[in-house]
């Protein structure tokens, strides 16, 4: 079981990555905390009281030195276990607290979260793999978590692919670090689209067998580099599916090295799509404006609405009469994106092998380029 109080993600110090900090005296927990770390690939920090702040008087340095790693508050992230929360109440409040124990009937361990400011209260062994996706977050992480944006369409041939496409071509010519995730096994492949679909790395049947992290770095090395992107595509197996469970960890490990990642998605929500749902930070629902579209857009809407908080529409033309943009978002009464333009040349330029948003002045550029800067500014700055 994990319980969230807060979302923010701790502080860092002057950009620098280390280990997390254990707090506790309880050696079975400890040893479960140590396992988690290694699996996370982290070197943990331990006490068994609030550890001393340099200057500081020594009495509450318990099994630390003082000054290690930085300490209470530097470490980029807290793990008290529950028998010391009492010896931490009078410790700085900061971000990334998380409060461990193992009584799914204690009450009170809700209390002793609030007292110490703790973000979050974890049980184990249920929260097990939330906190290695945790520690490996702050352990690995460049910082930010990439921006992730899903794309789907309204019905079939909506144009979700191009559209996905041309996000993730437009954000690596920004400058970005960016990964496209073709999560339609279905669809054709997205490595066909950009051209690349006999390029070297891996794909998604290789990760299939997944259960616990995947490396970030490990992950973006492994997978194709097209147009400046990296792309986790199909191969042309029969493998049709990956478990749940490796989906989550594939796409954390892509959150974790920043940037952005573009996933476009099938309109069936399967349990591997409901993973990825769950992990966006904004989806796009690609919409042709006629009346059929819409009605079936809206039942695609409501499947992931269930999942995904923010889900906009991206409208496009032509416009059957009495449509226009504002008249299909409030028909699905979604926030409107825009309007995805049409391109002349298109299909030509993606049968020559160039693929969408490669004309940095065309006019799907310069839709994906605005939307982008519109995304970071909603998101609190560049990523």
């Known amino acids: 079981m994990a319980g969230n109080i807060t979302h923010d993600p701790p502080p860092t110090a002057g950009g620098r990555r280390g280990g997390p900090l254990i707090v506790t005296e309880d050696t079975e927990l400890l040893d479960d905390l140590l396992r988690l770390c290694a699996a996370a690939g982290a070197t943990p920090e331990v006490h068994h009281s609030l550890p001393a702040v340099p200057g500081a008087s020594a009495g509450g340095t318990g099994g630390g030195t003082s000054g290690q790693l930085g300490g ?46 703790a973000d979050h209260v974890l049980v184990l062994p249920d929260g097990e793999q939330w906190l290695v996706d945790r520690i490996a977050d702050v352990t690995e992480g460049v910082g930010r978590p990439a921006l992730t944006v899903g794309v789907i369409g309204g019905r079939g041939g909506a144009g979700a692919s191009t559209l996905a496409c041309a996000l993730a071509v437009t954000s690596a010519r920004e400058g970005m670090r960016s990964l496209l995730v073709d999560a339609d096994p279905l669809g054709g492949g997205l490595d066909v689209l950009l051209g690349g679909e006999t390029a070297d790395g891996l794909r998604w049947p290789a990760f299939a067998a997944s259960r616990g992290r995947v490396g970030g770095g490990a992950l973006e090395e492994s997978l194709p580099e097209l147009h400046a992107l990296r792309v986790l595509s199909w191969d042309r197996g029969d493998c049709v599916a990956v478990p749940a469970q490796a989906v989550r960890a594939v796409l954390a490990a892509a959150r974790r090295r920043g940037g952005t990642v573009v996933v476009d998605l099938p309109r069936r929500i399967d349990d591997g799509v409901a993973e990825v749902l769950a992990q966006l930070d904004v989806g796009l629902l690609v919409v042709p404006a006629e009346l059929r579209a819409v009605a079936a857009a809206g039942r695609v809407a409501t499947a992931v609405g269930m999942v995904l908080r923010d889900l906009r529409v991206a409208v496009r033309g032509p416009y059957a009469s009495g449509l226009d943009d504002r008249e299909v978002a409030r028909l699905l009464g979604l926030p409107l994106a825009g309007e995805v333009p049409v391109e002349s040349g298109l299909l030509r330029a993606t049968e020559s092998r160039r693929p969408p948003g490669t004309s940095a002045r065309g006019p799907l550029a310069r839709f994906c380029r605005e939307f982008w800067d519109r995304a970071l500014v909603e998101t609190g700055g560049a990523v």
């Open 72 to 117: 209470w508050e530097a470490a980029p992230l807290v793990i008290v276990g529950d028998d010391a929360a009492r010896r931490v109440r009078g410790a700085a409040r900061r971000r990334g607290v998380v409060l461990v124990g193992r009584d799914q009937d204690d009450s009170g361990v809700w209390q002793r979260a609030v007292e110490i400011g």
